[in-house]
């Protein structure tokens, strides 16, 4: 029997109740190394570019945010049957001096796989991210998204609060990616735009991981994209983060 890959975060925080509520021959865990053979890419592609990243690109990352131990917490849901991820979403928490050095959770990156609507996945990912931060001790969650999507968070108790404001800094490698990325077909994932508590969400470029420092620089308060509520909440379940 091989030994079980490593994971980022502990499956003591994956909540058994969130567990219970998805369909038989499916598993919410967190984000394991070996991923990256499981369409990890191919899921978060549904999201925003992800460019070209190569299985050392991944796990060097991955071996960075290991070390920023209790901050980065990436959840993903695997379809056993064919050993593939189908959704994730991540609750990243910065740690402040703020409120007697409180912590706050910023939710991001929430995709579900285009071929698994109508499974309430996205809502489940927001349910486990949302434990996570409670055990962990977050004094509040933070999402950013659209006006388009706000009616569909205000059903689900969230409240508009303050301004939220991006500036993206590319490099003209990255730049001309994304705009190849636009003129393409959309690939067949889709993301969700996720309920929470106030939560904040992952820029549409993936946000880079400095080695070691695990400093957060300000809660990088990432932009929503996704596609139109009205296409997503048919169910109640797509909730695109981004």
């Known amino acids: 029997m091989s030994p079980k890959p490593q994971a980022l975060f502990s499956s003591s925080l994956i909540s058994a109740e969130v567990q219970a509520q998805l369909p038989e021959g499916y598993l919410m865990r967190p984000l394991e190394v070996s991923d990256y053979h499981k369409g990890f890419y191919d899921c978060l592609a549904g999201l925003t570019v992800v460019g070209n990243v190569s299985e050392q690109a991944f796990q060097q990352t991955f071996e960075s945010m290991l070390r920023c131990q ?9 379809e056993l049957e064919q050993s ?4 994730t ?7 402040k001096f703020l409120r007697g050095c409180a912590k706050a959770g910023h939710i991001e990156d929430i995709v579900v796989h285009d071929s698994q609507r109508g499974k309430k996945f996205g809502i489940r990912l927001i349910d ?3 434990y996570i931060g409670s055990q962990v001790g977050c004094y509040k969650l933070l999402l950013t998204c659209s006006e388009t999507n706000e009616p569909f968070y205000e059903k689900s108790g969230f409240q508009r609060k303050d301004l939220h404001m991006a500036q993206y800094v590319s490099q003209p490698q990255q730049q001309q990616e994304e705009q190849q990325q636009q003129q393409q077909p959309p690939p067949q994932a889709q993301a969700a735009t996720t309920p929470s508590a106030i939560v904040t969400t992952a820029d549409s470029r993936p946000s880079a991981v400095t080695e070691s420092s695990c400093g957060l620089s300000s809660p990088k308060s990432i932009s929503s994209r996704g596609l139109p509520i009205e296409a997503l909440s048919a169910s109640m379940e797509s909730i695109f983060v981004k």
């Open 70 to 78: 209790n901050v980065y917490h990436i959840v993903v849901i695997e």
């Open 84 to 87: 593939r991820i189908v959704a």
């Open 89 to 95: 979403g991540t609750l990243v928490v910065e740690q």
């Open 128 to 130: 486990q991210l949302r």
